[in-house]
């Protein structure tokens, strides 16, 4: 479904991706991990656009989209729920939901705020409230939410349990579960590596700006090298 | 008494202008934190345009809508052939490039109108009401609530249509919005052609009071930007209240101190602002930009 090849970027003089290639297929949680700084967060910005690439290729479900604006892929089904909480602070949780699906036209778009607010309970009992007043938590579940009502084919996650309680971070995860369930496919950052294996069914390891590991789940998380240096067992 | 009631009403009136001019500012601001100071020329091309078209032999209501949508174009032309070019530009850098553009305007305005002073007729005629002792001319209920207008407009484009959020949001977090699918030039630009438009109304309603030229739109950007500061920069509510009291300072120091130094008051305001209060008198709600 999403096919990288050869990608390389740079932010003025520092180049962050060196060529890197990575598949997802269609249904897959796949997680990326690596230590800081590695180009994990650059790797989602080039997928979704924000962020433009030097060489290489990005596919997804079979075009090309290299040089497709970052509103067009979200139009094609790319939704990217970027590092640190990115709300709107002023904008209240419904109004969020709203604009998570500016480019949907259909009619739907009521029904699926309702099962949104069926899903994290939390949101609805804040609807009219400001986003830069909410908790940590209910900004990245409003966060996930406003990505989920743009009906996205293929969701990038940037490390959603950054910074949150534990209970919360389980209930990210179980998130996370049931959107495979649902059939969206997953491309997951996590600092929180083992986590994020554990659920993914395929994995990469990236290190600075380049991928230097990749298997299933399993296989790297008993994988000895990546065990001692990314997942700190 | 009446002597106060007076100067509150020329105060409100040129005080409006201001406000509008500070909300211009702000949609600008807001939106892709430009400091606009080509923002008077709006106002400029809203009173020219309109004198220029009437004097053709239109008709006033459709000379003005006109101009509105002139100065809306003007203010698309800006941002994607002056502002977009130049995006990454420091905001030093893209001040200086609005700037030069309200130079440009300026001159071209002087090209193809003239250097003269011009004047449009008032809208409901010149025969001032008495209001306890004081007057107020039809033309300044025209500007008042003209301005009225335009505030409760922008309250329900920004408050109940997904565009009008999608430029909130835009303003509040500019990476969010790109990934929620909006495309956030577009609605730059859109704010600016809402600026234009709106500096032009604000131009078209005070013609017929404070005459116009080619070269108006410099001191208006000025007062405009001082009453923006006043109110707190990015803060609708505050570019209003911001317009109103500069006008009304403005109208009692004229009144009270001299008339000489009714423009200085604007830069005094400039720097008590800067020194004493840099977020505004009204400041900013903690969760309007995060
Ligand atoms: N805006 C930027 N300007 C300059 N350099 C940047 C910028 N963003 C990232 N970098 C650099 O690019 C490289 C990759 O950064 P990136 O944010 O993609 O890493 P990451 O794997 O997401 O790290 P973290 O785990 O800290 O989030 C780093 O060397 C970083 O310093
Ligand atoms: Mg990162």
Redesign the pocket.
């Known amino acids: 479904m999403l096919a990288v090849e050869g990608v390389v970027t740079a ?2 003089r ?1 180049v ?1 991706l060196r060529g890197v290639s990575l598949d997802v297929s269609e249904g897959e949680i796949v997680a990326l991990i ?10 989602l ?1 080039v997928i979704s656009g924000i962020q433009p690439i030097q060489a290489g290729h990005i596919h997804f479900a079979g075009e090309s989209i290299d040089r497709l604006a970052a509103h067009r892929r979200v139009a094609k089904g790319i939704l990217h729920v970027p ?1 640190g909480r990115q709300v709107f602070g002023p904008l209240c949780v419904e109004d969020h939901l709203r604009l998570g699906a500016y480019l949907r036209k259909d009619a739907a778009i009521a029904a699926d705020i309702e099962r949104l607010y069926a899903r994290f309970p939390r949101l609805k009992k804040s609807r009219h409230r400001a986003a830069g007043n909410l908790s940590g938590g209910e900004q990245q579940m409003l966060a996930i939410g406003r990505a989920l009502m743009g009906r996205p084919r293929l969701l990038l996650l ?2 959603p349990s950054m910074g949150l309680a534990p209970m919360l971070v389980d209930e990210i995860f179980d998130v996370i579960i049931d959107l495979k369930a649902t059939g969206i496919t997953v491309l997951l ?1 996590e ?1 929180n590596a083992v986590a994020a294996l554990a659920i993914a069914d395929r994995g990469y390891v ?1 290190e600075t ?1 380049a991928i230097v590991h990749s298997g299933t789940g399993r296989v790297l998380l008993e994988d000895p090298k990546v065990r001692a240096s990314y997942l700190g067992l | 008494m009446a002597e106060v009631l007076q100067f509150c009403f020329s105060g409100l009136t040129v005080g409006a202008v201001y406000a509008l001019v500070a909300l211009g500012f702000t949609i600008i601001y807001n939106a892709s934190d430009v400091v606009n100071f080509a923002q008077g020329e709006f106002v400029m091309l809203g009173g020219m345009v309109t004198v220029a078209l009437a004097a053709a032999g239109m008709p006033l209501p459709v000379a003005a809508v006109a101009a509105v949508g002139v100065a809306a174009v003007v203010g698309v032309a800006l941002h994607r052939l002056a502002i977009e070019p130049a995006r990454g530009a420091s905001p030093v850098g893209l001040i200086i490039i609005t700037i030069g553009a309200s130079i440009f305007i300026r001159g071209i305005a002087q090209v193809v109108f003239d250097k003269q002073f011009h004047k449009l007729p008032a809208f409901s005629g010149d025969t001032p009401f008495a209001v306890l002792g004081a007057t107020i001319l039809p033309q300044s209920l025209w500007v008042l609530g003209g301005t009225a207008a335009i505030v409760v407009g922008l309250h329900v484009f920004f408050e109940r249509t997904l565009i009008g959020k999608a430029v909130a949001a835009t303003a509040a977090n500019r990476l969010a919005a790109r990934l929620a699918g909006i495309n956030t030039t577009s609605m730059m630009t859109l704010s600016f052609a809402l600026a234009g438009a709106i500096g032009a109304v604000a131009g078209i309603l005070v013609t017929p009071i404070t005459l116009t030229s080619y070269n108006v739109g410099t001191l208006l950007a000025l007062k405009g930007f001082a009453a923006g500061m006043l109110g707190g920069i990015g803060n609708p509510l505050g570019a209003v209240l911001g317009g109103l009291m500069l006008g009304l300072i403005e109208a009692f120091g004229a009144g009270y101190l001299s008339s000489a130094y009714k423009d200085g008051i604007a830069f005094v305001v400039i720097l008590v602002v800067l020194f004493a209060f840099p977020r505004g008198l009204i400041g900013k709600r903690s969760a309007e930009r995060v």
């Not at chain 1, 690596?34 to 650059?42: I, L, Q």
């Open positions: 932010y003025g520092i962050a690596g230590a800081n700084g590695a180009g994990k967060t650059t790797l910005r590092e940037d490390e950052v600092q990236i700006g």
